[in-house]
């Protein structure tokens, strides 16, 4: 079964770099077949897509984000990552990593549990 | 960006209703319409794919249908487990977004 785990510190302060990891086990990024995604979610801005990446590291980022988020794979590691630079307090949210399921891009199957990443100084 | 209108945000039901949820698009979105549900506390969870599909030992009593700009989740008759949040969620245009949730209640 896929699994998938983030981390990363709770707390940021604004205009600091948030990064957090997602470490995946049952599944092999490396092996190609899928897309890993980055979704925030929070009470003022609800589900977010942030971007997604492919294990060749092609990327695709929301446009609302794009000038701040870099979203990377490491394969030797079977983990992927996001950063996001110059947060605010619009920024804090449950942070969460997935995997398209066996439906093609764009389909969530496989959630991390989410971590609530809170940005205050 | 797609956006993705839900109805009603909240929706009051007992035990054995059936259930309508609904999501209009903001354009055309063809199919390429999902169905997530969340409880508290937990991740979502993809339910249907491509405004029908079901993803698997997803129970019978749950379907889709829709096309272009307006779908609808329905519930045939609702069970305990049932009450949640519930997400739609397109993929035919980058940035892929969500609705923004209704919420199942037990009257």
């Known amino acids: 079964q896929v699994q998938l785990q983030e981390s990363g510190p709770g707390l940021v302060k604004p205009s600091q770099t948030l990064s957090l990891t997602c470490s995946v086990s049952?599944?092999?990024?490396?092996?190609?077949?899928?897309?890993w995604n980055w979704i925030r979610q929070s009470p003022g801005r609800g589900l977010e897509w942030i971007g997604y990446?492919?294990?060749?590291?092609?990327?695709y980022y929301n446009p609302s984000l794009e000038s701040r988020s870099t979203i990377s794979v490491d394969t030797s590691k079977n983990q992927f990552s996001l950063i996001l630079k110059s947060v605010t307090a619009s920024d804090t949210a449950v942070y969460y990593c997935?995997?398209?399921?066996?439906?093609?891009?764009?389909?969530?199957?496989?959630w991390g549990q989410g971590v609530l990443v809170t940005v205050s100084s | 960006e797609v956006l993705l209108t839900q109805s009603p945000a909240t929706l009051s039901l007992s035990p054995g209703d059936r259930a309508t949820l609904s999501c209009t698009a903001s354009?055309?979105?063809?199919?390429?319409l999902a169905w997530y549900q969340q409880k508290p506390g937990h991740s979502p969870s993809l339910l249907i794919y491509e405004t029908s599909g079901r993803a698997p030992g997803l129970p019978d009593r749950f379907s889709g249908s829709g096309s272009g700009t307006h779908f609808t989740l329905t519930i045939s008759s609702l069970e305990a487990d049932d009450f949640a949040l519930y997400y739609c969620q397109q993929r035919s245009d980058w940035p892929y977004t969500f609705g923004q949730g209704t919420k199942l209640e037990i009257k």
């Open positions: 049952g599944d092999s990024i490396g092996r190609g077949a899928h897309y």
């Open positions: 990446i492919y294990y060749t590291g092609d990327t």
């Open positions: 354009q055309s979105v063809g199919t390429s």
């Open positions: 997935a995997r398209d399921g066996n439906y093609g891009a764009g389909l969530l199957g496989f």
